[in-house]
């Protein structure tokens, strides 16, 4: 059987997926592609001979079109992902599920509603072999229990239209869920420290910031964004255990040595470090919605990343490092 796929946002991140689902994965077809740009949309459609619709609501309506993907702007994901819900659809939607924890409330309500998990949010993260490994060292308890985790994610530059707030929504988010999955717990305090600024940024922007964050059981996780590093793209995290670390190993595949240097290549995009990441994730959910299942993180896992992403917010915009609780509802039997 293969999965028809729609496809609603025909920028980059969406270019990405068709050729991974065109020319890496198997199961899956995309047939109809939606962008406000009606001429983007049919330029993608036509390379895989889909349909073009200028709005996710017709796509959605299409009888041919078996699952949704998403992936347009954060701000716009909530009406996409409703319709999707509604009309019974799996959808696998980039992350942020929604920018307000409101809206998020709204699509688990249309969930419940619907009666069955259908909504998949693109924390690849979960799906990287490196991270994977990590986590296992940290369920083992073989060096006891985590105590701290340190993340670290370093962009060589971003372009003037990043704002600071983009520093937590949508960088910091990727160590939020990271880390909730990581400790299996939920992070209930945050506050931003702001370091010294980096002379290599934009006016508007605040460029290093530090994410601290803590669980329910008290681990500590310190997130470093350096968003205009210039040396590369670098993804890094500890966990500090009671008799031990475990840390992702470096992610390059050759290294040079001579009398002069040892050196290797560094990743420059998130496209480079995650491509695999991408495709596992994407593979698993073609799978599990030709089964009709779920897999991978929950609109829950969604909710839950915005209440932090709203915490952390509230502290940058106070400049004075704020402890700030993060305010959650009781987690639904429906998603436990």
Avoid at 32 to 59: H, I, M, P, R, T
Avoid at 298 to 307: H, I, L, P, R
Wanted: charged residues 30%; aromatic residues 6%.
């Amino acid at each position: 059987m293969t999965l028809n796929i729609g496809l609603i946002g025909a920028g980059g991140m969406g270019r990405a997926h068709v050729e991974r689902i065109e020319n890496e994965l198997t199961g899956g077809k995309i047939v109809a592609v939606a962008d406000l740009n009606l001429d983007a949309a049919k330029e993608v459609a036509e390379k895989v001979g889909g349909k073009a619709y200028g709005s996710g609501e017709e796509l959605i309506a299409d009888p041919n079109v078996d699952a949704v993907l998403i992936a347009t702007f954060g701000r716009v994901h909530k009406p996409d992902v409703i319709r999707a819900i509604e009309a019974g659809k799996y959808v696998l939607c980039e992350k942020p599920l929604a920018t307000t924890a409101e809206d998020c409330r709204e699509i688990m309500e249309a969930e419940q509603k619907a009666g069955k998990k259908l909504v998949t949010v693109g924390f690849m993260r979960r799906f990287d072999q490196s991270y994977g490994i990590l986590k296992a060292k940290m369920d083992s308890k073989d060096l006891g229990e985590t105590t701290m985790v340190h993340c670290r994610h370093r962009n060589p530059t971003v372009p003037e239209n990043y704002l600071s707030s983009m520093a937590i929504d949508d960088t910091a988010i990727h160590e939020i869920d990271t880390c909730r999955w990581l400790t299996e717990e939920e992070i209930v305090k945050v506050r931003v420290d702001i370091p010294r600024s980096t002379s290599y940024k934009f006016e508007h922007l605040t460029d290093p910031i530090v994410v601290v964050m803590y669980t329910e059981s008290g681990i500590r996780i310190d997130d470093e964004v350096n968003v205009n590093i210039g040396y590369g793209y670098d993804i890094q995290c500890e966990a500090v255990m009671e008799q031990g670390t475990a840390y992702l190993g470096d992610q390059e595949k050759v290294y040079v040595r001579s009398s002069q240097e040892r050196t290797n290549a560094i990743c420059q995009s998130h496209i480079d470090r995650f491509h695999d990441a991408f495709n596992r994730e994407v593979q698993q959910w073609i799978n599990a919605a030709s089964e009709d299942r779920h897999t991978g993180s929950s609109s829950w896992d969604g909710y839950a990343a915005t209440c932090v992403v709203d915490a952390a917010l509230e502290s940058l915009e106070s400049r004075e490092s704020k402890l700030v609780s993060v305010e959650l509802i009781e987690q639904p039997e429906f998603y436990k």
